[in-house]
């Protein structure tokens, strides 16, 4: 029996999760583009799509490692797959990061939008080549980082949500410094 079918009702709990939290993130960008201050496309290139990507791999790594996979080094190089575009994906957000003009990232964003997602996306490509070697071990690893992408997701969304409630209460002039410069 694959050591995958115990993981089964984790991959299910967080797969729905992550596609339910997909949904909810649509409905904060159309309440963004209720809000006063206009986002450009950059600010939500790197910001708000980072957060979809995050959901959206956490539902694929789902449902890869609850295929019926024959071997499991399969279910490991589709996951390696996805570790690897993850970490590109990843070092292209940084670099949209630092080059959109409409806000200036902080300590906390540079580690919530950019390191700590890059060091999941690794961990899962590790996780992926080393899976066939200690299969039990190395699957809660990749547990770990699927639901560490999760809480990336749900933390962004969070940030957004809490930065747009601000600008359309107070606008820019009466919030604090950090939220008045923050992006959607």
Not at 179 to 184: E, F, L, Q, Y
Request: hydrophobic share 55%.
């Amino acid at each position: 029996m694959s050591p995958l079918v115990a993981w089964e009702n984790f991959y299910v709990i967080i797969g729905s999760s992550a596609a339910a939290l997909t949904g909810l993130q649509f409905v904060v960008i159309a309440l963004i583009a209720e809000t006063r201050r206009k986002s450009s496309l950059r600010e939500i290139d790197a910001f708000g799509t980072p957060t979809i990507v995050h959901f959206c791999g956490v539902l694929l790594v789902s449902a890869t490692l609850s295929a019926p996979w024959r071997e499991l080094s399969n279910a490991g190089l589709a996951t390696g797959v996805f570790g690897a575009a993850g970490i590109v994906y990843m070092l292209i957000v940084a670099r949209r990061a630092r080059r959109q003009t409409g806000y200036r990232p902080e300590l906390e964003d540079w580690l919530w939008h950019a390191v700590f997602p890059l060091l999941a996306y690794a961990a899962l490509l590790v996780a992926a080549i080393l899976l066939p070697r200690d299969p039990a071990a190395v699957l809660f690893l990749i547990g770990a980082m699927t639901l560490f992408l999760l809480f990336i997701g749900i933390h962004n969304a969070w940030d957004t949500v809490t930065y747009v409630v601000v600008q359309w209460r107070h606008g820019p002039e009466k919030s604090d410094e950090k939220d008045s410069k923050r992006p959607a």
